[in-house]
């Protein structure tokens, strides 16, 4: 079983499009992560979040949104797309309070034409 | 910004240890350091941590300095599968400090 999953593996879509990403994890972790990974490669942390705060990246503009059904689930909600928002976006979780890894979903790849 | 400095590649050949070095001079106490990988198009993957006694699992092996500002992952026997981006991180333990943050790593090319 796939501990975090994301859906969809490639998007594409025109600029100026509204778009989501879901992510969902099955290891019963109470802190969810979005992390971009630009043409660079450099990965950075977009937003944290447990069911007690949500803190943001200050360099995410507010066109991305995270939204958070139940523990198990942390959605991206993109608006208004750019050309600079192409990149792979990876979901992780991690147990909260503790030493224990960061797992990571295989990445959505996300191509704004 | 990440807390840690790698070299920016490294080579290895197949079948020898590649000791992949990390310095984080500012850790601190409380501060745990973790190497994760990234192989090409995935998402990355945990191979180890430790606080300050060395470690080994079934990947790798950690060896933290005795003052714990550096730091080597040792992949003892490495195949061409390894060939990945090597990362070093120092994290807290928890709350918004737990966060990984990522450099820019050491990109490792296993040769045959």
């Known amino acids: 079983d796939t501990a975090v999953s994301q859906t969809p593996k490639y998007l594409v879509t025109q600029m100026g499009n509204d778009k989501s990403i879901k992510c969902e994890q099955n290891?019963?972790?109470?802190?969810m992560y979005w992390y971009k990974q630009d043409s660079k490669k450099f990965l950075k942390i977009m937003f944290s979040?447990?069911?007690?705060?949500?803190?943001i990246n200050e360099t995410v503009p507010n066109r991305f949104s995270p939204k958070s059904p139940d523990k198990a689930h942390l959605n991206l909600h993109i608006n208004s797309l750019e050309l600079g928002d192409s990149a792979v976006y990876f979901c992780?979780?991690?147990?909260?309070?503790?030493?224990?890894?960061?797992?990571f979903g295989a990445g959505t790849r996300l191509s704004v034409l | 910004d990440a807390k840690t400095t790698q070299p920016t590649s490294m080579d290895c050949a197949e079948g020898r240890a590649a000791n992949l070095p990390c310095n984080h001079s500012?850790?601190?106490?409380?501060?745990?350091v973790y190497w994760y990988r990234q192989i090409h198009s995935q998402g990355p993957q945990y191979i180890i941590h430790?606080?300050?006694n060395n470690e080994t699992n079934e990947m790798a092996s950690l060896i933290i300095t005795e003052d714990r500002k550096s730091s080597t992952l040792i992949l003892p026997h490495a195949t061409l599968r390894d060939t990945a981006v090597y990362y070093c991180?120092?994290?807290?333990?928890?709350?918004?400090?737990?966060?990984?943050?990522f450099g820019k790593g050491t990109k490792l090319s296993v040769k045959p």
């Open positions: 992780a979780s991690r147990p909260a309070g503790t030493s224990d890894e960061t797992y």
């Open positions: 290891l019963g972790h109470d802190t």
């Open positions: 979040y447990n069911n007690k705060e949500l803190i």
């Open positions: 500012t850790i601190s106490g409380n501060e745990y």
């Open positions: 430790g606080l300050k």
């Open positions: 991180i120092v994290r807290h333990y928890g709350g918004s400090q737990g966060n990984l943050i």
